[in-house]
């Protein structure tokens, strides 16, 4: 019945501006207004223009001034911090050609509305003007190019000697977390022994990997340079840490990278922000299915102390009982363990030592 | 072909026609030289497919909006329950939530028909087929069968792609772009099945249809001018629908073998995109594809795809500036060098979507070099209209108000490109809502407003009547206040980081302080999408029962406007006329009226003629 009711209105209401439509157009008719070229409407759609310039781009600059603490995450990394000063140096090199053209856009369409009996200026080109033109816009944009350029090379280029190494692997829809334990060297890993109780699909032949450990947090300490190793095991995920400034893809059969230095821990964030519940977080940033939007990973700077001390408390993969029984099992059955740990070598993903194949230009820049 | 090149009415349903013509027409009937099925449905006539490619375009482009909406409902209210859609949505709605993989499809599909349907097909399809033998002066286009082809090969990838809507697992989902490994399989998304099948089988039909359309184009532009149309009389409109052309011809099969190629890992066990693979129990057997070539082969379409959407939009804004400016465009040459510019660096830009995704970084550094270019040329471009409304005499038709919406539209959504396109900037942006309104606004409303003054300034050669001029304001005002209500605080999300094709945000807590702006945006969304209906309304009932049009409304100088009031088969119903001059002859100095049409020669204008052409006249 009120579905009803309301289909009634809304056909009442086209009817009333099919109505008022139709008035329209007979009153434009009898003033004479219907066939004129350039009636009134011309100078209200100028006025318009005007209007349209000054109170949008106030409500523009309010609304923009209005959230603008809301649109700042805060930063806690070292390139974090040189991104931001460039994103906004270049907003407001950008804000600067936009209120200039904008302006002159509708200051123009106003001030050079028709008029009866004016006549415009027939004005075809003028070549100084475009190279002036051409050579400005060229000579901003290459200054913006070569900062961009700078800091991506610093950015992307390899990480220091020293870097805490984790890896952060993308799977539909959580994200698992492996640390490369004492001796510092993330085991082999191969898709193929991933099961229930290996999720990772840790290769145990290869001695490296009995010390690494799962996490269910990242945890990173200030003030030193992290490595994060990325891996995706079905389809691709996007490592997004907002706060960090980190964004890079995690690619089945591809393993990518990113490094950067944590500033600040989750403590000092609590407090400097007022919100004792405040988390640095990791999203997935590249649409991966039904769970994407949840994909969601805690990361916890600590003070270097406290990170020493959280990685000496993590069990290795050798103290999993589970993991251990059924490697075992699976090596007495297949052999896998002993002689056919070479086919498993063969086609394992991450390496021991040497850089994989796609980043190698990476590691030499 | 002969027989069908007098006069007739071209109109759909009743358009009017003028006596003299209507009278060839019923003499046609008696001689059944043209059934209404060819006249109408399998038309060979470059004007009848123009239309047939604009009304499939308008539903489409419903289509899109009704998607946009629904999932503008989801993002604006995630705690509402939206059992009221169920009529619409059936089993999609899940204990009055929208189900997340029916999210996905929303914007896959969203993006998918305004891309691909809408506003390549929509806007390209539509202007070029009318415009250009019009404007260039030929009876019709190089092959007419060809051209007909093209509107049902889309007309096919059409029925394809909207029946895919309707299937049980839900049509494609993966975005899109179609990234594989999410698109090749199906038990990522369940999308990815038949949903994802017949997408590519109907882009696979689509891409035929726009290398047939632009093939058609490119022969027309070349060898079918008129007499005395070089190259550099050319209207700026057809510059920018055979460069377009010749962007749709090398770029569109680049996509039919990255999908040729998905459809083989998908169906046929090859490892082209995907390796290393465990998923649903399962460790897969391919090996060493990789997933990063895809999107290498997808943005070498996609990226020029952008171009293909946005250049003809700059041409007819250029055209329809000049024309109610009542000015020549400013810098005729400096606009043809900047299309070309803006053409030839879209083939070497395509990686700057890929900064992100585990490409090479030194590769990263030469994208940003020349994505940072092309905003040179499309600077060029503003500054060139920007110079073309000063010291103008105004006229303010809808179409010249959607003229210079596009403009403030263009900058303002071409600006953040400066942002994005650096690599540095985009570790942070990629993928987030200021990527998403970034090409909302330059490539997505721009390319809508240009349909949309082309639509209100050619009507009158299409259809024979005017339409409504106060419905056209209305249109343009809440359009042009709706964009801008959506997409400028669409940045202040973006900025804030928040990812785009999220369901919902409240899971995590940085994303946490724009619920009330992503409110305002769905309300802003809704509205404006509305307001299209006042267009559609003006444009149906406009058809039927609008003023009737003269030859020539807008005292425009081009080509198309010295035919009858609506041109029949053949275009002019005597001589093709010649061309003699430029085609922005306006408010030129020592000529009585202010406008001066191509086919006139310099001879019949002694007092108007610059130093140069005086030698001309003789």
């Known amino acids: ?210 010390d690494d450990f799962t996490a269910s947090e990242i945890h990173v300490p200030k003030g030193h340079p992290v490595l994060i190793k990325i891996r995706s095991r079905d389809v691709l995920h996007a490592v997004y840490m907002p706060h960090f400034r980190v964004q890079m893809y995690a690619v089945p ?50 003070e270097p102390d406290d990170y020493v001390a959280w990685f000496a408390a993590q069990s290795p993969v050798s103290k999993n009982a589970d993991l251990m029984a059924s490697y075992k099992q699976m090596s007495q059955q297949t052999g896998l363990g002993k002689g056919g740990s070479q086919g498993a070598k063969a086609n394992a993903i991450e390496e021991t030592g040497e850089t994989p194949a796609p980043l190698a230009a990476q590691a030499s820049m | 072909m002969s027989s069908n090149a007098g006069p007739t009415t071209a109109g759909i349903g009743t358009a009017p026609v003028p006596h003299t013509e209507h009278d060839d027409h019923l003499h046609d009937h008696e001689h059944h030289d043209q059934h209404w099925l060819w006249k109408y449905v399998f038309s060979q006539d470059h004007k009848m497919i123009a239309r047939q490619f604009l009304i499939t375009g308008m539903l489409w482009a419903i289509i899109g909006g009704v998607l946009s909406s629904l999932f503008r409902l989801q993002l604006g209210w995630p705690e509402a329950t939206l059992d009221w859609l169920q009529p619409l949505l059936g089993k999609w709605i899940e204990g009055g939530k929208l189900n997340p993989e029916f999210y996905l499809a929303l914007v896959t599909m969203h993006g998918t028909i305004m891309v691909f349907f809408v506003l390549t097909a929509g806007l390209s399809g539509t202007f070029s087929n009318f415009l250009i033998p019009l404007q260039v002066g030929a009876r019709d286009m190089a092959s007419g069968f060809m051209n007909m082809l093209s509107y049902w090969f889309f007309f096919l990838s059409s029925v394809i792609m909207f029946c895919s809507l309707f299937l049980e697992t839900g049509p494609a989902s993966a975005g899109w772009t179609i990234y594989p490994p999410l698109s090749a399989l199906p038990q990522a998304i369940p999308g990815s099945g038949m949903g994802m099948t017949m997408w590519l089988v109907s882009m696979v039909f689509f891409i035929v249809s726009q290398l047939l359309g632009g093939v058609n184009y490119v022969t027309t532009v070349i060898n079918l001018r008129t007499r005395g149309m070089s190259m550099s009389k050319l209207p700026l409109t057809i510059w920018a629908f055979f460069l377009t052309a010749i962007l749709g011809i090398l770029s569109f099969p680049v996509l039919f073998s990255a999908a040729l190629l998905l459809v083989f890992d998908r169906s046929f066990g090859t490892s082209f995109f995907l390796s290393d693979i465990y998923i649903a129990g399962q460790a897969l057997h391919n090996q060493g594809g990789s997933p990063v070539l895809f999107q290498h082969l997808f943005w070498f379409l996609g990226h020029p795809e952008v171009y293909i959407v946005i250049m003809p939009a700059m041409g007819m804004v250029s055209e329809i500036l000049a024309t109610n400016a009542r000015k020549p465009i400013f810098g005729y040459r400096a606009m043809i060098g900047s299309l070309i510019g803006i053409s030839l660096l879209s083939f070497v830009v395509w990686a700057h979507h890929m900064f992100v995704t585990g490409m090479n970084p030194f590769l990263g550094s030469v994208f940003m070099f020349l994505t940072l270019i092309i905003a040179v040329p499309s600077g060029v471009k503003v500054f060139n209209w920007l110079a073309t409304l000063w010291r103008g005499n105004i006229r303010f038709t809808a179409a010249m108000l959607f003229a210079i919406g596009f403009v403030s539209l263009f900058i303002s959504g071409g600006l953040t490109g400066i942002i994005l396109g650096n690599a540095t900037l985009d570790i ?178 002694p007092s108007s003629n610059l130093p140069y052409e005086r030698e001309l006249a003789e």
């Open chain 1, 1 to 210: 019945m009120t579905s009803l009711t309301i289909l009634l209105v809304l056909v009442l209401l086209l009817v009333v501006f099919g109505l008022l439509f139709r008035l329209q157009i007979l009153t434009a008719i009898f003033s004479g207004s219907y066939v004129r070229q350039i009636g009134t409407s011309n100078r209200v759609n100028a006025v318009l223009m005007l209007v349209f310039m000054v109170v949008g781009g106030a409500a523009f600059f309010w609304s923009f001034a209005d959230n603008f603490d809301k649109m700042n995450p805060p930063i806690a990394s070292i390139h974090g911090h040189a991104m931001e000063r460039m994103f906004w140096t270049t907003m407001i090199v950008i804000g600067i050609a936009f209120v200039l053209t904008q302006v002159l856009l509708f200051v123009y369409s106003y001030k050079y509305q028709y008029k009866e009996g004016r006549r415009a200026y027939f004005f075809s080109h003028n070549n100084k003007i475009e190279v002036i033109w051409t050579i400005i816009p060229a000579i901003v944009m290459a200054s913006l190019i070569f900062a961009g350029w700078k800091a991506w090379t610093r950015i992307t280029g390899p990480a220091p000697k020293d870097a805490i190494v984790l890896e952060v692997m993308g799977k539909q829809f959580n994200w698992l977390v492996r640390y490369p334990g004492r001796d510092m060297k993330l085991g082999v890993v191969n898709y193929r022994l991933i099961d229930a109780s290996n999720e990772f699909g840790f290769d145990l032949s290869d001695k490296a990997s009995m």
């Open chain 2, 428 to 605: 942070q942006m990629h993928n987030t809502y200021f990527v998403v309104a970034h090409f909302h606004l330059v490539m997505g409303s721009s390319a809508f407003f240009g349909l949309f003054a082309g639509v209100y300034h050619w009507f009158p050669k299409m259809f024979g009547r005017m339409m409504d001029e106060k419905l056209g304001y209305i249109h343009f005002w809440l359009t042009f206040i709706g964009v801008y209500l959506v997409f400028m605080p669409m940045h202040y999300v973006g900025i804030a980081g928040f990812p785009r094709r999220y369901y919902s945000w409240t899971g995590f807590d940085a994303f946490s302080q724009f619920a009330d702006l992503n409110k305002f945006i769905s309300i802003a969304a809704i509205l404006a999408f509305f307001a299209q209906f006042v267009f559609i309304f003006n444009f149906f009932y406009s058809i039927f029962r609008g003023r009737r049009a003269t030859e020539n409304p807008w005292n425009s100088t081009t080509l198309e406007w010295t035919t009858p009031i609506v041109p029949g088969h053949g275009n002019w119903p005597g001589e093709i006329p010649a061309v003699y001059r430029w085609p922005y002859d306006y408010s030129k100095p020592g000529s009585e009226v202010d406008f001066i049409p191509q086919n006139v020669p310099y001879s019949q204008t």
């Open chain 1, 253 to 302: 059969g591809m393993p990518t990278r990113f490094w950067f230095t944590p500033t600040t821990t989750t403590d000092e964030m609590r407090a400097k922000l007022g919100n004792p519940k405040f988390n640095y977080e990791l999203a997935c940033n590249q649409i991966c299915g039904k769970g994407h939007f949840a994909m969601k990973l805690n990361i916890v700077v600590d």
